[in-house]
């Protein structure tokens, strides 16, 4: 994605949405290139738009990457046991 890309997204995602929520949200993005161009930033300064500082590369800090680990580990577990039931009902060997 590039900064075009992405200060579209914020432009018709982002702010109409935002603006529901009132007064007092931040906005949280990490310090990819995408994030940090200057078209990028120029936009959160013209719209007003609170951004909170964070870390670049912090998947420890980034809860979605956790989420992404927990879903991760359970579609192997489904996908194992799928393979076991699948290999005791047929008595095939892969």
Known sequence: MNSAKYHEILQ????????????????????????????????????????????A???????IENLWAILKGNVEKMVNNWIMKKKSLSGDDF
């Open 12 to 55: 018709f995602q982002l702010l109409p949405n935002a603006y529901h929520a009132g007064y007092g949200w931040k906005f949280q993005q990490d310090n990819t290139p995408t994030h940090t161009a200057k078209l990028t930033q120029q936009f959160f300064v013209i719209n007003n738009v609170p951004v909170i500082d964070w870390l």
């Open 57 to 63: 590369n912090s998947p420890d800090l980034n809860p």
